[in-house]
């Protein structure tokens, strides 16, 4: 989707595939075609969740795995009703209580931190939708492009380590990335029908996270209970942090700049508080192009698997006259310090950017733990990165290196 926004999906056959799934099917098919099996990664997350509530109302869709990190009770209650072929917990302490709760319903059960990518490289499915948080969803979105299966991608991660990778692997299999982070979608949208050479520049939209009315000095000493209040979004606690440091911004613009094979001086963001304008673009002749709407996750996520169809299913009424009045700011780089990482890994290129996102895991981590000052934050990122001698990213193992190094360094690191 690089250079030409292509009109249409192609789903190549993978006859090396070895496992063959039991699926079950669910709902009713608005758009009368056979069903497409899915491969759920972060089945329990909040991008999984939503997910699957959006396939129980449009669907057409088998599901053919269902994996999660450690929410047990969660992952059951999800495969007694969904029946997946396979199941995959990475929390390996949990395999017997996750077997014997699926006993019966000829389920495959897998547990470990691999399970989620051996079930990408083994189960036969169509489509992999990756809610993954963090680095954990780098393998699974490999394996699906490795394979010809087309991704449809919630964690950004998988592009700020590995964008050139995996757009590589893409072209070679003739798989698709289908973005699902709202922004992204936007963009995306915004895009259809365009050539990729008229564009002036993207703009991505930013709430401001819960500070954007602190001051400085206030957000230098801002709890994780603070920080974890997001005003418009309901996400995991990694990227609602990431949203109060900009890093989430600053990992899209890095995520856009793969995406779409935009420069990343032609990438900006604004503050936009009330959210509902996702992201826009602005073309050569000064017309600008935005999509819009309440924001719901379920929009995005219908997008992309229905991709390039829309499905008549709205996540709930919308209507402008409800919308507030829509305001864009500046963003304040000396309040949001993160946010330019994001530029300076662009241009280092190699490793870096998978440095800068383990850096952000770890200390994200320390902060939540009560290890560090929020403000904090941005300092163990930059000495990390200062700190790593960068090196190419030629291959997947190149960037785990690089990512594992920098979590062991802020793990070591003495503030
Ligand atoms: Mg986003």
């Keep these: 989707m690089r250079s030409n926004v292509p009109e249409c999906v192609s789903l190549l056959a993978h006859a090396e595939a070895s496992f063959s799934t039991q699926v079950h099917k669910v709902g009713f098919n608005l758009s009368n075609k056979s069903s497409k099996r899915i491969a759920i990664f972060g089945a329990t997350g909040s991008i999984g969740r939503q997910t699957l509530e959006v396939l129980e109302k449009i669907g057409g869709f088998d599901v053919a795995v269902l994996s999660a990190g450690s929410r047990i009770n969660e992952l059951i209650e999800l495969a007694v009703r969904w029946k997946p072929g396979r199941v995959t917990l990475a929390d390996k302490r949990y395999y017997s209580q996750l077997k014997n709760a699926l006993f019966g319903l000829r389920i495959n059960v897998d547990a470990g931190k691999d399970a989620a990518a051996k079930a990408a490289a083994e189960v036969d499915y169509d489509i992999a939708l990756n809610g993954l948080v963090g680095v954990a969803g780098l393998l699974p979105s490999y394996h699906s492009l490795s394979r010809g299966i087309d991704l449809a991608l919630a964690n950004k991660e998988s592009l700020v380590l590995a964008g050139e990778i995996l757009n590589r692997i893409a072209e070679q299999t003739g798989a698709q990335i289908l973005p699902v982070d709202s922004e992204h979608s936007a963009i995306w949208q915004c895009l259809r029908g365009e050539d990729i050479k008229d564009v002036e520049r993207l703009i991505i939209t930013a709430s401001g996270g819960p500070f954007r009315e602190w001051s400085a000095e206030q957000i230098e000493v801002a709890t994780p209970e603070e920080a974890l209040k997001h005003p418009t979004w309901k996400m995991g606690a990694k990227i609602t942090i990431d949203s109060a440091t900009l890093m989430n911004k600053g990992l899209e613009v890095i995520e856009a700049y793969h995406l779409f094979g935009i420069p990343s001086e032609k990438i900006e963001a604004r503050i936009h508080p009330v959210s509902i304008v996702h992201s826009m673009v602005e073309f050569v002749d000064g017309s600008f192009k935005a999509q819009l709407g309440t924001p719901d996750m379920k929009h995005p996520i ?72 929020f403000g904090e934050i941005f300092s163990v990122i930059n000495k990390t990165l200062n700190r790593h001698v960068n090196c190419n990213a030629d291959s997947i193992e190149d960037v785990i290196m690089a990512d594992s190094w920098a979590r062991e360094f802020v793990k070591g690191l003495k503030m």
């Design 302 to 373: 219908s997008y992309a698997l229905n991709y390039p169809e829309r499905c008549p299913f709205k996540p709930k009424k919308d209507d402008p006259i409800d919308w507030p009045a829509l305001e864009f700011f500046e963003v304040d780089k000396a309040k949001y310090p993160c946010f330019d990482l994001a530029y300076k890994v662009l241009k280092k290129g190699g490793t870096a950017a998978a440095v800068l996102n383990g850096a952000d895991e770890a200390a994200v981590e320390r902060f939540l733990s009560g290890g560090i000052k």
